[in-house]
């Protein structure tokens, strides 16, 4: 029986003469090498109407037989291209992006066929056959997509959509010790972007860094990225670059960017820890909530600016949401009488700000904030509503101080009335 052949078995070949020209001609090359791993890699409509299993054989063998000979090109021709294109300018920075494409399609091809959804992209692990480990074990790998966004501006976003890939390699690949020294060498160069974040002014390049840092959490434990080099200063940078960002996202939130507010199920799931990471030192947290929230309240109420109405709105929905995380934190961990005294000047100052927003509804309203104050009271009602409650809760004898609520009925006539 004669063996099957394919006839993309002899594709290196017949493209060689490609890559042994000129600039022009070698970018042509690559280019084909690039449409050909991504034609392999998607499942056309011609695919579907055949049979599944031959789909995936034939995606087996190219795999098996030309994926790892064609990443291990783009990898040697970046080194050489990266090289030429800081003495010149135009043909090399082309054949620079054509090549990183390519390693990109290399890194991102389906090994296994388990296709994954688009939405959960950042949580997946790329699962590089064993016969690339020599690859993954130079540490020149990792440097040279981080050299080239350092030193090549204009591919900065492909250079880290790769580095993303590399950051997501399945953990038995390595053995404990190489994984060690692999991870150390990726949170280097992390922290070599956080210390000289310039080329992140590009929305592209910092889209691809947040998913580089996403991955990075993702598919290390805690116990090992804590063993890394300089462990206190990454942590520390990273923490600044998430601050910066939150800075940055509510002072343009009113110019057309998504809010991530709209995204439900995005947001339930960052409550849930909150409302564990709040009360560990529970004290503090309360102290910032109440910080920002009487600033936030305090300018709502006098401000006239549409836009700016819209800012803190945006603002105080996101504090209120985070104030019942925090309340429904209470059920997981010990908790105190002074705990409980804070969580009463948080349920005072949301009840204060539900009175000023009712009294706007006549207007329109937020509907944002209207819904943050539901998810509120019903933190709320879980934890400090029922016969299982304590009637003497530092909670209650705060909101009778400031808002004459005596008891748990006039509360939930409040909540009701809302």
């Known amino acids: 029986m004669v063996k099957e052949e394919y006839v993309f078995h002899n594709v290196m070949s017949d493209v060689s003469s490609f890559l042994q020209g000129g600039a022009e001609l070698c970018c042509v090359g690559v280019q084909l090498l690039s449409c050909l791993v991504q034609e392999m890699n998607a499942l056309s409509d011609a695919d579907a109407a055949r049979s599944l299993a031959k789909q995936r054989k034939i995606a087996s063998s190219f795999r098996d037989t030309q994926l790892y000979e064609m990443f291990r090109l783009s990898c040697s021709l970046l080194g050489a291209a990266r090289r030429e294109a800081l003495e010149t300018m135009g043909e090399p920075y082309t054949l620079l992006t054509a090549?990183?494409?390519?390693?990109?399609?290399?890194?991102?091809?389906?090994?296994?066929?388990?296709?994954?959804?688009?939405?959960?992209?950042?949580?997946?692990?790329?699962?590089?056959?064993?016969?690339?480990?020599?690859?993954?074990?130079?540490?020149?790998?990792?440097?040279?997509?981080?050299?080239?966004?350092?030193?090549?501006?204009?591919?900065?976003?492909?250079?880290?959509?790769?580095?993303?890939?590399?950051?997501?390699?399945?953990?038995?690949?390595?053995?404990?010790?190489?994984?060690?020294?692999?991870?150390?060498?990726?949170?280097?160069?992390?922290?070599?972007?956080?210390?000289?974040?310039?080329?992140?002014?590009?929305?592209?390049?910092?889209?691809?860094?947040?998913?580089?840092?996403?991955?990075?959490?993702?598919?290390?434990?805690?116990?090992?990225?804590?063993?890394?080099?300089?462990?206190?200063?990454?942590?520390e940078l990273v923490a600044k670059f998430t601050v910066q960002s939150l800075q940055f996202f509510v002072h343009t939130s009113s110019e057309g960017l998504e809010d991530p507010l709209d995204e439900v199920g995005t947001v339930q799931q960052q409550l849930e820890q909150v409302s564990v990471i709040g009360r560990c030192e529970y004290g503090k947290t309360c102290q910032l909530l109440v910080a920002h929230f009487d600033q936030a309240a305090a300018a709502y109420t006098v401000e006239t600016d549409p836009r700016q109405i819209l800012v803190l709105q945006?603002?105080?929905?996101?504090?209120?949401?985070?104030?019942?995380?925090?309340?429904?934190?209470?059920?997981?961990?010990?908790?105190?009488?002074?705990?409980?005294?804070?969580?009463?000047?948080?349920?005072?100052?949301?009840?204060?700000?539900?009175?000023?927003?009712?009294?706007?509804?006549?207007?329109?309203?937020?509907?944002?904030?209207?819904?943050?104050?539901?998810?509120?009271?019903?933190?709320?009602?879980?934890?400090?509503?029922?016969?299982?409650?304590?009637?003497?809760?530092?909670?209650?004898?705060?909101?009778?101080?400031?808002?004459?609520?005596?008891?748990?009925?006039?509360?939930?006539?409040?909540?009701?009335?809302?």
């Not at 492909?158 to 590399?166: P, R």
């Open 99 to 235: 090549l990183l494409r390519l390693a990109h399609n290399c890194l991102a091809f389906d090994f296994i066929g388990t296709t994954t959804d688009e939405s959960s992209d950042d949580l997946c692990t790329v699962q590089i056959p064993t016969a690339w480990r020599p690859t993954f074990l130079e540490p020149g790998t990792l440097e040279l997509f981080f050299n080239l966004y350092h030193g090549v501006r204009s591919t900065g976003s492909l250079s880290l959509a790769c580095l993303v890939q590399l950051a997501s390699v399945r953990r038995s690949l390595f053995s404990n010790s190489e994984r060690a020294k692999f991870l150390n060498r990726l949170a280097a160069g992390v922290m070599r972007i956080l210390e000289d974040t310039q080329g992140l002014s590009d929305p592209t390049n910092y889209h691809e860094f947040c998913r580089l840092l996403a991955r990075l959490k993702s598919n290390y434990q805690l116990g090992e990225l804590v063993m890394v080099d300089n462990y206190p200063r990454l942590i």
């Open 314 to 418: 945006g603002q105080l929905s996101w504090l209120v949401y985070i104030i019942g995380a925090a309340i429904g934190g209470r059920a997981s961990l010990n908790t105190s009488e002074e705990n409980d005294a804070m969580d009463g000047e948080l349920v005072c100052r949301v009840l204060r700000l539900m009175d000023l927003t009712d009294s706007r509804l006549a207007a329109g309203g937020c509907e944002k904030l209207e819904l943050a104050m539901m998810s509120f009271f019903e933190a709320f009602r879980k934890i400090y509503v029922g016969e299982q409650v304590q009637k003497n809760s530092k909670v209650y004898g705060r909101l009778s101080e400031v808002l004459g609520l005596n008891n748990e009925s006039q509360l939930l006539s409040v909540i009701m009335r809302k």
